[in-house]
């Protein structure tokens, strides 16, 4: 049984910093796609991260040089490091796998490749 879990979601002012983490147990994530995407209220889901298993990363533009996504392979453990927080870095993040690949690719944004997601974890950015 494949299984999420994020954490390290919480609220924080402008220009503050937060570190989420997805917690994967049930299969060996370093050998997939992984992702981060939010969601904010009201509307869609949306890429923010990936990284593949030779660890090659993807960013949308607009969290490059702010966001960093990394992972451990020893804990099974996926991170997104946030700086320099936005009011419109407010959402639901989710983790979620794509066990179909190892690699990531300019489609990492894709939703409906990710077969399994996290439960949310909530980042709240006030001006």
């Known amino acids: 049984h494949v299984q999420l879990v994020e954490s390290g979601g919480g609220s924080v002012q402008t220009g503050g910093s937060l570190r989420l983490s997805c917690a994967a147990s049930?299969?060996?994530?370093?050998?997939?796609?992984m992702g981060w995407f939010r969601q904010p209220p009201g509307k869609e889901r949306e890429g923010v991260a990936a990284?593949?298993?030779?660890?090659?990363?993807r960013y949308t533009d607009s969290v490059k040089g702010r966001f960093t996504i990394s992972k451990d392979n020893a804990k099974n453990t996926l991170y997104l490091q946030m700086n320099t927080l936005k009011p419109e870095d407010t959402a639901t993040y989710y983790c979620?796998?794509?066990?179909?690949?190892?690699?990531?690719?300019?489609?990492?944004?894709?939703?409906?490749?990710?077969?399994?997601w996290g439960q949310g974890t909530q980042v709240t950015v006030s001006s």
């Open positions: 049930g299969y060996t994530y370093s050998m997939y796609c």
């Open positions: 979620a796998a794509d066990p179909t690949t190892n690699y990531c690719g300019g489609r990492y944004s894709y939703v409906p490749r990710y077969n399994y």
């Open positions: 990284i593949d298993s030779s660890g090659n990363t």
